[in-house]
């Protein structure tokens, strides 16, 4: 669904180094989600947000910080990216309402060296 | 939090055969449960999903069941194809403002569909 993309695709950072992945939707959906997959770990949540301005924290927050300042953003940052942070991430939106189903967007695979 | 628990971790079928991964939730307040597949290297996507208020929904090939008494979900697929072969990923939550709608997903389970 081109209605929710990441950036970049791929990016490769070194210790220490503060990244941010992207996120934008133009579907105008109330919540926005950050999911790191790993494997072995399945989907883990980081931190959502239920509209502008909210967010809250998910299973695996520390190290990430998040801002919603318009309803169609959501980037993550990594503050001081650490080897335990390579992964895949995920930003995925939802309604909120009638079908409660997530649509993913392509992820970012991100390699902390 | 919630827990989801998932089974098998990978499941080997052949062709035409059917193919069932089961999850287990803890916490009785959910009331949502979706079932995602991943093709290597893609996003998840949502293939079907149940609500608490109904034990069984079909779509073709697959189906899911709900037992909330016993707080497990199984998703089945029937006739499988080669183009079944992908990872799944059970996932649950409580559908509500104060939850956030947020869902926990199963650990997955990788189907390999045998010709």
């Known amino acids: 669904d081109a209605g929710i993309t990441q950036s970049p695709r791929y990016k490769i950072t070194e210790t220490g180094r503060q990244v941010t992945l992207m996120c934008h939707q133009t579907?105008?959906?109330?919540?926005m989600f950050w999911y790191r997959q790993d494997l072995g770990h399945g989907l883990r949540l980081i931190y959502y947000s239920a509209a502008a301005d909210i967010t809250d924290k998910g299973e695996v927050p520390d190290g990430y910080v998040v801002s919603r300042s318009k309803t169609e953003n959501f980037p993550l940052t990594l503050e001081s990216a650490t080897r335990s942070q390579t992964s895949v991430y995920f930003c995925a939106s939802s309604t909120g309402q009638g079908s409660y189903g997530y649509t993913f967007g392509s992820g970012t695979r991100l390699t902390v060296v | 939090g919630e827990n989801v628990e998932q089974h098998p971790s990978t499941l080997s079928v052949q062709e035409g055969d059917s193919a069932v991964i089961k999850c287990t939730y803890s916490?009785?307040?959910?009331?949502?449960f979706p079932w995602y597949k991943q093709e290597l290297g893609k996003r998840p996507q949502l293939i079907i999903d149940?609500?608490?208020?109904?034990g069984e929904k079909k779509d073709q090939r697959i189906a899911v069941t709900l037992n909330k008494t016993a707080k497990h979900f199984s998703l089945h697929i029937t006739e499988t194809q080669p183009e079944d072969s992908a990872v799944y990923f059970c996932?649950?939550?409580?559908?509500?403002?104060?939850?956030?709608?947020?869902?926990?997903f199963g650990g997955g389970t990788r189907v390999l569909v045998k010709p």
């Open positions: 149940i609500r608490s208020n109904v």
């Open positions: 579907w105008s959906h109330s919540y």
């Open positions: 916490d009785s307040a959910s009331n949502y």
């Open positions: 996932a649950a939550s409580r559908r509500s403002q104060a939850a956030g709608n947020k869902l926990t």
